[in-house]
């Protein structure tokens, strides 16, 4: 090869790599553009962004065959490395692109499931409201109050149990042995004062009166005799000291009739009865007779119990209080007794604390004095006596029938526009009458009181009615 040939070939040379340079960079430019409108492509463009992405791989691998036409005076192995390269990065464009598009159906796909799980949310409310117009609170006579604060006085309950008013209690018994003529009163009957409850004949009695009589005969003679005698000393008849002897015999006549008199009284009898032996036992006051030991024809002694006598329009309840709680019940404390027998339920004031622990039940006696007009109360029934323990302030309560058993959790109802909506609180100290709410209800809530049941049937019915 001549020195013209040479430098022809590499004048040729030199202008087959600067094209070939210049079509690289016009192609990196190119495929530059397409990456940055490409990639903040939106989802619904994913199908275009991968028509896109196999253009450009198109145009790569157009790109590499041309470079391949130029390079003529290169080896084949650094035409096939060329190519190859063309190739990969043709292809790598395809992929890079499909992925941003598969990632744009995802963001849709997500965006789609999460409009999908809102759309029940926002109607969860709806779903679980118990629908209630004004008219049918109204019917249902559904009271509705709002929560508020109130004083929770906390109570204790003590056992009792009710007794005989003891001071309004007498056993009956006869003063003089004797044998049983009559018995009027029975058990059970109300007798009044001086009634008649059953009648003896008394030999010890007879006696007794017999002595009155004789005593009041002396009394007679003594009198007279003193008359007499007063009469001849006025006279200047008698010596005085006849009329002072007959003086001394009419007062001890007097001494004799009075003591007669008062033995009678001791014993209960009236004087002046005809009938010697007759021996009367009478109630001493009104009241009913719970007890009677006697019998027609019995013969019964003088310290026999008889008849037990009981004024029960008073009655006391006797409370067993542990030592713990003695500091709790005091005189004059207002109480509340209820029967474990029957609804039923009295007021009294404590009357007496004792100041003796018994040994055996280590507890104390108080007693509660209960008027007992209607004779509900009767001896021997056990009752619960309830006193204030203490008193304090909640902040936010309900009535204590407003709150019902849901689902196993204390829930009240909300009255919401439509109807109600239950809600589940946590309770916390009740007296009965309130319940304090330290969770789940904010103060000033409108909530269903009384009648809060019906609510709680409706919603039962409503959830029957969706299940099916």
Known sequence: MNTEER?????????????????????????????????????????????????????HEEAGHKEEGHKEGKAAGGEDHDHSHGEAKGHADKEH???????????????????????????????????????????????????????????????????????????????????????????????????????????????????????????????????????????????????????????????????????????????????????????PFDGMVVEKHISLGESVGEAVNVFTISDLSTVWAEISVAANNLNLVRIGEQVKIRSSAFDQTATGKVSYVGSLIGAQTRTATARVTLTNPQRIWRPGLFVNVELVASETEAPVTVAADAVQTVEDKPTVFLRVPGGFLPQHVETGRSDG????????????????????????SQQGKSSATHTH
């Open 7 to 59: 430098k022809t070939f590499a004048e040729r040379v030199g202008k087959k790599q600067l094209i070939a340079i210049a079509a690289v960079l016009v192609l990196g430019a190119g495929a530059g553009a397409l990456i940055l409108r490409s990639a903040p492509a939106k989802p619904e463009a994913a199908g275009h962004s991968e028509a896109a992405g196999h253009g450009d791989g198109e145009h």
């Open 97 to 283: 692109h499909a992925e941003e598009g598969k990632a744009g159906e995802g963001k849709a796909e997500e965006k789609t499931e999460a409009k999908g799980e809102a759309k029940p949310a926002a109607h969860k409310e709806d779903e679980e409201k118990i629908a209630f117009t004004d008219e049918q609170i109204k019917a249902a006579d559904i009271a509705i109050e709002s929560a508020g604060p109130a004083r929770i006085k906390l109570s204790l309950q003590l056992p009792g149990e009710i007794k005989f008013n003891e001071d309004r209690t007498a056993h009956v018994v006869p003063r003089v042995a004797g044998v049983v003529d009559s018995v009027p009163a029975n058990l059970g009957q109300e007798v009044k004062r001086g009634e008649v409850l059953a009648v003896l004949s008394s030999p010890g009695l007879s006696e007794q009166r017999s002595e009155l009589q004789s005593a009041q005969r002396r009394l007679e003679l003594a009198r007279t005799t003193y008359e007499r005698e007063k009469k001849l000393w006025e006279e200047k008849i008698s010596p005085q000291q006849d009329y002072l002897q007959a003086e001394q015999a009419m007062q001890e006549a007097r001494i004799a009739v009075a003591n007669a008199n008062q033995k009678l009284l001791a014993l209960g009898a009236t004087p002046g009865s005809s009938a010697l032996g007759r021996y009367e036992l009478r109630a």
């Open 433 to 456: 009458r309130r319940i304090e709410i330290v969770g789940g209800l904010k103060p000033g809530a409108a909530y269903a009181a009384s009648g809060s049941f019906v609510v709680k």
